[in-house]
C-alpha cells in the first residue's frame, strides 16, 4: 500500500512538471478564441483533454508495443546517407514538435505585424471559434500528454497488480487535469496583465516544439550522413528556460531603469 502511495505522488509530480509547457499552449491558444468565452473555451478543453488521457491510457496500456514497433512501409537504410525507422510514438511526436513550432513562429510573426499594442490584437489576424480552439487544445494536450503516459507506464511497472497500475496512473491523471484547471485562468490572467512576458512563453514554447522534434527523430532512428538525431535532455530544457527568464526579468528591469533616467532629464 505504500508503494502505491509513494507511485501516485511521483506520478502526480511528474505530470505537474510535464504539465507546465502544456499550460503555457493552453493559456496562449484560448486568445484566439473570442473574449467572452475564453475561460469557458480553457475549461471545456481541459475537462475534455482528461478524459482523453484516460481512454488514452487505456490504449497505450493494451497496444503499446504497436506504438514502439516501426512501420517497415516508413523504414528506409541507405548507408551513409539516410537511415530511419518511425514508429507511432515517433510520428504523434514529431508532429505535435512540428506543429508547436509552426504556431509559436506564426503567432511571434503576428506579434511584430500589424498588432495594437495597447489590446494585443492582430489588426490582421482573425479570431477562431471557440470550438476550433477547445479542439486545439484537446489534440495537442494529447500530443504532450503522449510521452508522460509512457512515463507513468514505466513508474508503475513495479505494481505487479495490473489493475492496481491503472487506477493509479488514472488518478494522477485526472489530479494533475484538476491542477491544471486550477492554474489555467491564472496563468492567462498574469500573460494578460504582463503582455512582455508573452514574448517568453512563445519562444519557450518553439523550445518545447525543438525538443519533441529532437526526441521524434531520436525515436524514429533517423541518421543523416552517419549523424544520430540526439533527443534535447530535460536538463538541457530546464537550463535554457531558466536562462531565458532570467533575461527577461533582468532586461525588464534594466529597460524600467533607461526609461526612469530619461524621465529625469
Not at 508503475?156 to 491544471?180: D, K, Q
Not at 516544439?209 to 549523424?227: D, N, P, Q, R
Amino acid at each position: 500500500m505504500l508503494e502505491v502511495i509513494f507511485t501516485l505522488v511521483m506520478l502526480v509530480l511528474l505530470q505537474a512538471v510535464l504539465g507546465f509547457d502544456n499550460l503555457l499552449y493552453i493559456s496562449l491558444e484560448s486568445k484566439k478564441a473570442p473574449k467572452s468565452d475564453q475561460k469557458k473555451v480553457r475549461k471545456i478543453g481541459i475537462l475534455i483533454a482528461i478524459i482523453l488521457r484516460i481512454v488514452l491510457l487505456f490504449v497505450l496500456v493494451s497496444v503499446i508495443d504497436f506504438f514502439q514497433e516501426p512501420f517497415s512501409f516508413l523504414t528506409l537504410k541507405i548507408k551513409d546517407t539516410i537511415n530511419f525507422a518511425f514508429n507511432g510514438h515517433s510520428i504523434i511526436v514529431l508532429l505535435g514538435g512540428g506543429f508547436i513550432i509552426y504556431t509559436a513562429i506564426k503567432e511571434i510573426w503576428h506579434m511584430i505585424g500589424d498588432t495594437d499594442l495597447s489590446t494585443g490584437i492582430d489588426n490582421d489576424k482573425k479570431t477562431k471559434s471557440s470550438n476550433a480552439v477547445i479542439m486545439s487544445i484537446v489534440l495537442m494536450n494529447l500530443v504532450f500528454s503522449f510521452d508522460s503516459i509512457l512515463a507513468a507506464i514505466g513508474l508503475t511497472s513495479e505494481i505487479e497488480n495490473s489493475t492496481t497500475a491503472f487506477i493509479v496512473m488514472a488518478i494522477a491523471i485526472v489530479i494533475s487535469g484538476l491542477l491544471m484547471l486550477f492554474l489555467a485562468d491564472r496563468i492567462s490572467t498574469f500573460l494578460a496583465k504582463n503582455r512582455m512576458y508573452e514574448v517568453l512563453g512563445l519562444f519557450i514554447l518553439f523550445i518545447v516544439g525543438i525538443m519533441l522534434v529532437t526526441e521524434g527523430g531520436h525515436l524514429a532512428h533517423i541518421t543523416i550522413f552517419g549523424e544520430e538525431i540526439v533527443p534535447m535532455s530535460k536538463t538541457t530544457f530546464y537550463f535554457v528556460l531558466a536562462v531565458l527568464v532570467i533575461v527577461d526579468v533582468v532586461q525588464g528591469k534594466y529597460q524600467k531603469k533607461l526609461i526612469a533616467q530619461q524621465s529625469k532629464k
